[in-house]
């Protein structure tokens, strides 16, 4: 059982009967990417994946597998439990997104919170992008005066995004929460053009 806390934060209740508050709401997330993008039989790749609950939910909705990738070890163990416990048999990979070797196609690839971590992030996505085979959801910082630059992350206003995703069309963008007082976090699902 899950449900949203009033404060936008969520409350994730697992299998084993522990109960968690994660940083961001990743169901009420998911719900919105829900409405425009059907799950069901998908092949989903969930870049970042942190503790794999976007994977678990994409389960939920009737995707046949979904791969993780994360750089770090402990979220990929944590990930690899939660999955089991929700009954998926879903792969998760520690490697970080740059040197992953992507093995197959996919329906649906999401990028949750990731794209100021990539190295390279326009050279990244560029080699990521041709993967899916159909969309491409990326949740992300929007550049802003109030985020700092200069330690090489990267925050794409979304005309930038739009250009990194060529081949694509943006089919929905929206503010899914404002951090203090200009610093937004966009949801952006972008379908591979015909």
């Not at 990743?26 to 990417?33: G, H, I, R, S, V």
């Not at 959801?137 to 005066?145: D, E, G, L, P, T």
């Amino acid at each position: 059982m899950r449900h949203i806390q009033p404060s936008g934060k969520q409350t994730m209740r697992y299998p084993d009967g522990t109960v968690e508050i994660g940083e961001y709401p990743t169901l009420e997330w998911f719900e919105k990417m829900k409405e425009h993008i059907d799950f069901e039989k998908a092949v989903v790749l969930d870049l970042g994946c942190n503790d794999g609950m976007m994977s678990i939910l994409a389960r939920e909705a009737g995707a046949v597998i979904c791969t993780g990738v994360d750089k770090d070890g402990e979220r990929i163990s944590t990930a690899k439990e939660l999955s089991t416990q929700y009954g998926y048999m879903n792969e998760f990979f520690w490697k970080k997104i740059e040197e992953f070797k992507f093995p197959k196609r996919y329906h649906v690839t999401i990028a949750s919170m990731v794209l100021h971590e990539l190295e390279y992030p326009v050279p990244q996505l560029d080699r990521i992008r041709p993967i899916t085979s159909h969309y491409f959801v990326v949740i992300y910082r929007k550049a802003s005066r109030s985020y700092d630059k200069t330690d090489g992350s990267w925050f794409p206003t979304e005309d930038q995004m739009d250009y990194v995703m060529s081949g694509f069309d943006r089919i929905h963008s929206e503010v899914l929460l404002t951090e203090d007082e200009d610093r937004d976090i966009v949801l952006g699902i972008y379908e591979r053009q015909q």
